[in-house]
């Protein structure tokens, strides 16, 4: 099946500060991708649909000023926690849509961010 | 208000046996019914995937039975193997182009040796 990579895998960093998390599609051009949020032993929840060329589309209740995201290719998305508090210490994982019209979806390895 | 909902929460099975994992869902727009199998600190990975016009669907051990009338859709994993514990999340879209998944809470697997 489609890879797509995530990085980092994990981060560490201090309140107050941004970090940035990349997606990338990499043997396919992916249009459309997503991304999630997931607390221990729960089910993921759908943060915002990033497309290519335009802006995302978030979910309710998730800032978009908080939760910065980039789709500037075809091949990578970035998500940037802004201003990061520990509340937002989580899984975060991001998936890219495969053929157009498939419905699968191919997820990244997540990325576990630790706000101290 | 939860679109897809999965049971059981949590589950034990001894190696060798069937494990079933059921979900049923309200939106009758769905068309997508996929099942996702997660280890501890990895992202999900697709398993194995169904469309309604078919009422099961196999691949190797694991097969998904689907109801469409009765809107409910399950795993099925034959002899289960140590290596299948992990949490298996199904889910569901509309598929109209790039799809929105809504995902079940997920099961947590584990097969005892």
């Known amino acids: 099946g489609a890879v797509v990579s995530q990085h980092p895998s994990w981060v560490i960093c201090k309140s107050g500060t941004s970090v940035k998390i990349e997606c990338r599609s990499l043997?396919?051009?992916?249009?459309?991708m997503f991304w999630y949020r997931q607390f221990p032993k729960q089910s993921l929840m759908l943060m915002a649909t990033s497309n290519e060329g335009s802006k995302a589309t978030y979910e309710q209740g998730v800032e978009k000023d908080k939760f910065l995201i980039n789709h500037a290719s075809l091949t990578l998305s970035t998500l940037t926690v802004t201003s990061a508090h520990p509340e937002d210490s989580s899984f975060y994982i991001c998936?890219?849509?495969?053929?157009?019209?498939?419905?699968?979806?191919?997820f990244g390895e997540g990325s576990r961010l630790t706000v101290l | 208000q939860q679109q897809v909902k999965q049971s059981p929460q949590s589950l034990i099975v001894q190696k060798g046996g069937i494990s079933i994992i059921n979900c049923a869902y309200e939106n009758t727009a769905f068309d997508y019914f996929p099942w996702y199998q997660q280890f501890p600190g990895k992202g999900p990975a697709l398993l194995i995937a169904i469309r309604p016009d078919v009422s099961e669907k196999k691949e190797g051990r694991f097969t998904i039975s689907f109801n469409k009338s009765a809107k409910q859709f399950s795993l099925h994993i034959m002899d289960s193997q140590p290596g299948d514990s992990a949490t298996y999340f199904c889910?569901?879209?509309?598929?109209?182009?790039?799809?929105?998944?809504?995902f079940g809470k997920g099961t947590m697997l584990l097969v005892s040796p």
């Open positions: 043997d396919f051009q992916a249009t459309t």
């Open positions: 889910a569901a879209s509309m598929n109209s182009g790039y799809s929105t998944l809504t």
């Open positions: 998936s890219a849509a495969g053929t157009a019209g498939s419905g699968e979806l191919f």
